[in-house]
């Protein structure tokens, strides 16, 4: 059987450490809480490949990202009319951070769903 580092490398991230128990800590909590972790460390440290490479090993299907770094898309040529709510009211369009978590919200009502949320000192 394969440990956590073994799958790990296999979705393209190979380190020397174990995080096999600390992985087991966040997510056995007793709690009913939402299992969360925090991972720091200097830029280009490979942080975000380790998440994601995470995700997979964990068989997580569905994995949603958001970087806050990413500079939205400009405005379109042509502008659609606005939508409307059931009363008419006008809505503006969903922002990129609040699609990703309307998205891990959603995925997670059916399957496992990791969101990874990058680069939140930005």
Do not use: W
């Not at 909590?29 to 460390?41: A, F, H, M, V």
């Not at 606005?82 to 990129?96: L, V």
């Amino acid at each position: 059987m394969q440990g956590l580092r073994e799958k790990m490398a296999e979705h393209g991230f190979e380190s020397n450490i174990d995080y096999a128990y600390h992985v087991r800590c966040a997510l056995s909590q007793p709690n009913r809480q939402i299992p969360t972790l925090n991972i720091e460390g200097d830029s280009g440290r490979r942080k975000t490949a380790f998440a994601m490479a995470l995700a997979r090993a964990l068989e997580y299907p569905q994995r949603v990202y958001h970087d806050f770094t990413e500079v939205s898309s400009p405005p379109p040529q042509v502008i659609p009319p606005p939508s409307r709510d059931e009363e008419g009211r006008e809505e503006p369009p969903i922002p990129a951070f609040e699609r990703a978590m309307i998205d891990a919200c959603a995925h997670s009502e059916g399957e496992k769903t990791v969101l990874v949320l990058d680069q939140l000192q930005a």
